[in-house]
């Protein structure tokens, strides 16, 4: 089997050349090549030696998914659809601000989690994605954003104010969040190589602040993240009370709320922020009362926390509505009075369905649980 260098972060790479018999330390060259110059021919990489150079065009390559579709939102996100073979395809979603750019990262083919509320959750699961096709959608994103408008950077004025329509300006990749299709802690070695990868400053150099891990809760791969790769945490809640959350987010059967809270106070012990992101969707008539809201006060009251509520986002044959913005208001403001940083994310690029637990990619379900419910894969 070929191998592909994109596959591996600074220490394997080190250790593949070592067995070729060459200098650990042209990892280092090589990663910058890859990732930095988004270079994928060997013969290009100049302070290589061309030996070195012959010996890996013969044996490796650098790969990356096929963008099959490349849509842009009427705000400016933009979705990319990835091939990634057997007809299976995965979604990676770039957000444009006027700070930053975030890239929304898919970590496998579907997902066997089944959230009652996610499009991913609905159509089953395929198959895990490897490091080069995690890492490759990065790698695909700088690289397109360059190429689309000439990689400008977003104008300044005089005085060094960014100008007011900087959206219309690609950038690069300053932030990544692992929020995309699939659940990442279950796919974790190849999950914790390509944050490797995102964190090397020989590489993309992101700082861990900016790399954010979103999981539904898998309780003992939290504990194994903060010892292996303590990046920002953001966790799916979305109900107040295990018997909800049994419901929304099947997986609290087997790892219940108090567990999962208490595995959040361990994660801050080694967390690069003081604090997680709990991820609330807002579910008109299911979890969006003012009495859910005392819950949820009391609930988290011990973790030092932010949260995130996300209106729901309909696609293609999902059961529920999106809680209304005066219900949303006022839920809100309930936890912000009773000290509670909250904020309610922005729906992005809903008009592709680029939103949170939009993206469907194309999964030929292996659980044959979509052929069991009703919705119609894109
Ligand atoms: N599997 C991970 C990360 C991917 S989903 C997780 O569950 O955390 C990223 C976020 O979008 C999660 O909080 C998820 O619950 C939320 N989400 C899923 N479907 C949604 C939908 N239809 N509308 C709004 N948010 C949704
Ligand atoms: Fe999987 Fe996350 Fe969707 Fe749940 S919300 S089904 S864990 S991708």
Same mark, same amino acid.
């Given at each position: 089997m070929t191998i592909n260098l994109l596959d591996y972060d600074r220490e394997g790479l080190a250790d593949f050349l070592t067995e070729m018999g060459e200098k650990p330390f042209r990892a280092r060259q090589i990663l910058k090549w890859i990732h930095q110059s988004n270079q994928s021919d060997f013969n290009q990489m100049s302070d290589l030696a061309k030996n070195l150079r012959a010996k890996l065009s013969k044996i490796s390559v650098i790969t990356v998914p096929q963008v099959t579709r490349d849509h842009t939102a009427a705000d400016g996100t933009r979705k990319w659809l990835l091939s990634v073979g057997s007809g299976n395809g995965v979604e990676s979603v770039f957000i444009p601000e006027a700070n930053r750019g975030t890239l929304c990262v898919?970590? &496998?083919? %579907? =997902?066997? +989690?089944? =959230?009652?509320? =996610?499009a991913t959750g609905k159509q089953g699961f395929n198959r895990n994605l490897s490091v080069a096709e995690i890492v490759g959608q990065l790698w695909l994103a700088n690289k397109m954003l360059m190429e689309k408008n000439g990689c400008q950077p977003p104008a300044k004025t005089r005085n060094g104010i960014l100008d007011? &329509?900087?959206? +219309?300006f690609a950038r690069r990749v300053t932030n990544v969040v692992m929020m995309g299709m699939g659940e990442p802690l279950a796919n974790f070695e190849n999950v914790v190589t390509a944050l490797n990868i995102m964190l090397d400053d020989h590489a993309y150099g992101l700082s861990r602040r900016r790399v954010t891990v979103s999981t539904s809760g898998l309780i003992p791969a939290m504990d194994r993240l903060r010892k292996r790769c303590p990046v920002a945490l953001a966790v799916s809640l979305h109900a107040p009370n295990d018997v909800l959350r049994d419901y929304l987010v099947p997986v609290n059967q087997k790892y219940p709320i108090q567990d999962l809270l208490a595995a959040c106070q361990r994660y801050l012990q080694d967390a690069p922020r003081d604090f997680i992101t709990f991820e609330y969707v807002m579910l008109d008539g299911i979890n969006d009362s003012v009495s859910h809201a005392r819950e949820l006060i009391q609930l988290v009251r011990d973790v030092p926390c932010k949260i995130n509520l996300i209106p729901f986002n309909a696609f293609p044959g999902s059961e529920f509505k999106r809680s209304s913005s005066e219900s949303i208001r006022v839920f809100r403001d309930m936890l912000m009075q009773a000290g509670l940083t909250t904020t309610v994310r922005k729906t992005r690029g809903d008009d592709i369905a680029a939103? =949170? %637990? &939009?993206l469907a990619g194309r999964v030929y379900d292996k659980t044959r649980r979509s052929t069991r419910g009703k919705l119609e894969v894109i």
């Open positions: 898919s970590s &496998q083919v %579907g =997902c066997a +989690l089944a =959230c009652a509320f =996610c007011p &329509q900087p959206v +219309l939103a =949170c %637990g &939009q």
